[in-house]
């Protein structure tokens, strides 16, 4: 008869390295406090670490940096998203720097989701999804999904020219049909500067 402990180990040592882990995955395994244990004494010999409560990961070796990495906050808010079978859609700096047009990464990441609303803290990054009204969400395309958010967080007539070149450019590559889709539920102003890519 295989103990907890050992099945827990077991199956974490089947995922890849960098796998993001929560502790539901590991629920049928045993109960609830000797899942916990289990996990708890494997953060203890550094096999996973605790990432925030009830989520961990597989460290990945890094032969450039000769140290164990872990997953970002954007993977680890991916990964939340696919377990919760939620949508998410990065906003202000976060949406920025996704398309480029700041390169500082932000240290408060705020995603608008269908699922639950929560703070998450991950090293010194914070995670904050906030619920958001299904229009939020209807945008298709990935760029055009991106501006709206990046421009909506610059401001009315604050963008730059330098911006709105590199906008520009990036919508060219979106498919045509979820471009058309995005700029009927844009704001007016922001759908403007849209369809200039039509």
């Given at each position: 008869?295989?103990?907890?402990?050992?099945?827990?180990?077991?199956?974490?040592?089947?995922?890849?390295?960098?796998?993001?882990?929560?502790?539901?995955?590991?629920?049928?395994?045993?109960?609830?406090?000797?899942?916990?244990t289990?996990?708890?004494?494997?953060?203890?010999?550094?096999?996973?670490?605790?990432?925030?409560r009830?989520?961990?990961?597989?460290?990945?070796?890094?032969?450039?940096l000769n140290?164990?990495?872990?997953?970002?906050?954007?993977?680890?808010?991916?990964?939340?998203?696919?377990?919760?079978?939620?949508?998410?859609?990065?906003?202000?700096?976060?949406?920025?720097?996704?398309?480029?047009?700041?390169?500082?990464?932000?240290?408060?990441?705020?995603?608008?989701?269908d699922?639950s609303?929560?703070?998450?803290?991950?090293?010194?990054?914070?995670?904050?999804?906030?619920?958001?009204?299904?229009?939020?969400?209807?945008?298709?395309?990935?760029?055009?999904?991106l501006?709206?958010?990046?421009?909506?967080?610059?401001?009315?007539?604050?963008?730059?020219?330098?911006?709105?070149?590199k906008?520009?450019?990036?919508?060219?590559?979106?498919?045509?049909?979820?471009?058309?889709?995005?700029?009927?539920?844009?704001p007016?102003?922001i759908?403007?500067?849209m369809?200039?890519?039509?």
């Open positions: 008869m295989q103990s907890v402990d050992d099945k827990v180990t077991e199956q974490i040592n089947r995922t890849k390295p960098g796998t993001i882990l929560f502790i539901e995955d590991f629920l049928d395994l045993g109960s609830n406090g000797a899942v916990h289990a996990l708890h004494r494997l953060v203890k010999a550094k096999k996973i670490s605790r990432l925030a009830g989520i961990y990961a597989k460290p990945t070796f890094s032969k450039l140290q164990d990495v872990l997953p970002d906050a954007e993977e680890v808010a991916i990964a939340i998203a696919k377990r919760d079978k939620a949508r998410l859609l990065p906003t202000g700096a976060q949406a920025q720097n996704a398309l480029g047009l700041s390169t500082q990464v932000p240290l408060r990441i705020v995603y608008l989701t699922g609303p929560r703070t998450i803290k991950i090293g010194k990054r914070t995670i904050q999804f906030k619920k958001t009204t299904p229009k939020n969400l209807a945008l298709k395309g990935e760029v055009s999904k501006v709206v958010q990046a421009l909506k967080d610059i401001g009315k007539d604050k963008a730059t020219t330098q911006e709105l070149e906008i520009h450019s990036l919508l060219l590559k979106e498919d045509k049909q979820d471009l058309k889709h995005d700029i009927g539920l844009a007016q102003w759908a403007e500067i369809a200039k890519a039509l």
